[in-house]
């Protein structure tokens, strides 16, 4: 585990945020913050699923133009993407350009449905998968959990696409599932507030 930078308030933050300054923004306000919002849930497994063999900032960069892209990534709406926006999405110089991320992004938006006619929300299945640690636990120490191997077999399970154990633990980190933030950074206990004052979606 590598020791806290200094973020542009002073404060100590996460080792990683000093590999670029914009990380700080997203580390300080979403990074860890429990997420409900099933959009934001959907997003990040997107997001996650570009990232596979790509740098987070790369996908940060180009993140409003996902969006765009991916009509916000709202999964009704995607869902009824076909060839004809496939194809338009691979001319997108602001995207990722990777014909089997977009189309597993598509592919991922009827599994989003079903699971809310199955589940109720997207929110109500994520969280059954929220990590349970103690206080031995060392953040930032593992880049997969019981957790999140779990939560990949289940949604390969039912067909989602690009969701192995390493992208499910980056998802559960980012959407508040665990508290991953270093010990000494500034941020943790606002996270730890955050989730105490959360409740999880059944």
Not at 45 to 50: H, I, N, Q, R, T
Not at 97 to 114: D, L, S, T, W, Y
Not at 121 to 150: G, H, L, N
Request: glycine fraction near 6%; charge should be neutral; hydrophobic fraction near 35%.
């Amino acid at each position: 585990m590598s020791n806290p930078v200094l973020g542009p308030d002073g404060l100590p933050s996460c080792a990683w945020c000093g590999t670029v300054e914009e990380f700080f923004g997203y580390h300080d306000k979403e990074w860890g913050f429990p997420v409900e919002d099933d959009q934001r849930l959907f997003e990040k497994v997107c997001l996650e699923s570009f990232q596979s063999g790509l740098s987070w900032r790369t996908i940060l960069s180009k993140r409003e133009n996902l969006r765009a892209a991916f009509a916000q990534f709202d999964f009704n709406k995607v869902a009824e993407f076909g060839e004809q926006e496939v194809e338009r999405l691979l001319q997108d110089k602001g995207i990722i350009r990777h014909r089997g991320k977009i189309e597993a992004v598509i592919n991922n938006a009827k599994r989003a449905k079903e699971m809310v006619e199955r589940e109720g929300s997207i929110a109500a299945f994520m969280w059954r998968y929220e990590a349970k640690v103690d206080d031995s636990y060392i953040p930032q120490s593992q880049t997969t959990s019981t957790e999140s191997i779990a939560l990949s077999k289940e949604l390969k399970k039912r067909g989602w696409k690009f969701v192995g154990p390493t992208t499910a633990y980056a998802f559960m980190q980012a959407m508040g599932l665990i508290n991953d933030h270093e010990r000494d950074c500034s941020i943790r206990e606002k996270v730890t507030q955050a989730r105490a004052n959360f409740t999880v979606p059944k």
